[in-house]
């Protein structure tokens, strides 16, 4: 999912034909190099997905970096779809239809992904990004923790920590005073 929405998310940022350049070179590079059984590490992915994202809403001048890493995406997703058994023509077609069909119309039609737009979508990016990159570890950590204060009698049901509740209510609160600041 990360790979896929990433690509399309980094695809509307190739704006130049450099850009556009980069972008078709990150996927023919991806595509060449990665098969389905030489996979990327789900949590490096994450990471490295966050890091462009978050650079490219806070350096938005740094340049190819973002098309690149889509394109890339985009070959991964070709690989993650010939795993989940779609014959290799028919995957680089279609992820690299998404990838070629964004950046075209984000070029061609403004209003298709406004400025305001892409930045909320990269906001989600590195959201994505950092829990696909934490939440596995998070999860291990979490049922390890289980496992090791489980009661006979409390098998059965344990209850969600407040943390939890907390979080979730810290980032939505965040995400909508995020979105109420960046209208003014």
């Keep these: 999912m990360l790979?896929?929405?990433?690509?399309?998310?980094?695809?509307?940022?190739a704006a130049t034909k450099w850009d556009a350049a980069a972008l078709a070179a990150g996927f023919a590079a991806s595509t060449a190099f990665t098969y389905t059984s030489t996979l990327p590490d789900a949590a490096w992915t994450g990471v490295a997905v966050a890091f462009v994202a978050a650079l490219r809403i806070f350096?938005?001048?740094?340049?190819?970096?973002?098309?690149?890493?889509g394109g890339v995406l985009a070959g991964i997703t070709s690989a993650l779809l010939q795993a989940q058994g779609l014959p290799a023509p028919l995957a680089l077609s279609l992820s690299g239809a998404v990838?070629?069909?964004?950046a075209l119309l984000t070029a061609k039609l403004p209003a298709f992904a406004p400025e305001a737009l892409?930045?909320?979508?990269?906001?989600?990016?590195?959201?994505?990004g950092l829990a696909v990159?934490?939440?596995?570890e998070i999860s291990a950590g979490w049922h390890s923790a289980?496992?090791?204060?489980?009661?006979?009698?409390?098998?059965a049901n344990q209850v969600i920590a407040n943390w939890v509740f907390v979080l979730s209510a810290a980032s939505v609160a965040l995400g909508g005073l995020y979105s109420l600041l960046r209208r003014r």
């Design 146 to 155: 289980l496992v090791l204060n489980r009661e006979e009698q409390h098998s």
């Design 133 to 136: 990159a934490t939440l596995p």
């Design 59 to 69: 350096r938005p001048r740094v340049p190819l970096l973002a098309p690149a890493c």
């Design 3 to 13: 790979c896929g929405l990433g690509s399309t998310i980094l695809a509307t940022t």
């Design 118 to 128: 892409r930045e909320e979508a990269l906001l989600v990016a590195v959201g994505l």
């Design 99 to 102: 990838l070629a069909i964004s």
